[in-house]
């Protein structure tokens, strides 16, 4: 069952990668949002990055990995604004079940600092700025444990929490 969600999730993620990577060579202020599998990701990426540009400790961390395309996200947003985040600079830790997400963000993002893993480790999210998808929360089983925790202990954060009108459940 991993194998085909995470190439699933990975074929959207590559699909919303390669559409905000032509935007951002074609240097543009991007009059339409480029083709996303959900204009959510671009919501909290917006979020998600002005925390990080306000952050005082400079570091990302992402429970679920949406991680992955996050870092093309705060990319595609450095167009938008004069104050850039220099993204060599940030720390982005994750935590993710899939060992084919372990392998994409570590070699994928090699010019930057990335620290991932399969456990949970306080020293990922301690002093960040966190963010998670509140389905990948539920699948997590100290769900509400490692919740108090991310907020405890990080510098600031966000997570989506979708709900629908009860007839689209």
Avoid: W
Avoid at 36 to 50: A, E, P, Q, S, V
Avoid at 140 to 159: A, D
């Amino acid at each position: 069952m991993e194998i085909c969600t995470t190439q699933y999730m990975l074929g959207r993620y590559f699909n919303d990668i390669y559409n905000l990577d032509r935007v951002i060579k074609k240097n543009s202020k991007a009059t339409t949002i480029p083709l996303l599998h959900d204009t959510k990701d671009l919501k909290f990426g917006l979020i998600n990055f002005l925390l990080l540009s306000r952050s005082k400790n400079k570091k990302y961390y992402e429970f679920g990995f949406t991680l992955f395309e996050k870092i093309f996200y705060f990319k595609f947003f450095n167009n938008f604004f004069s104050k850039k985040l220099n993204l060599e600079k940030i720390k982005f830790c994750g935590t993710d079940i899939s060992d084919r997400f372990i392998f994409f963000c570590k070699n994928f993002y090699k010019n930057y600092t990335v620290r991932v893993s399969k456990n949970i480790k306080k020293d990922l999210f301690l002093n960040s700025v966190f963010y998670s998808k509140g389905v990948t929360l539920l699948y997590e089983k100290k769900n509400m444990s490692c919740l108090n925790n991310f907020i405890k202990y990080s510098e600031s954060g966000s997570f989506d929490i979708s709900f629908y009108p009860q007839k689209k459940f």
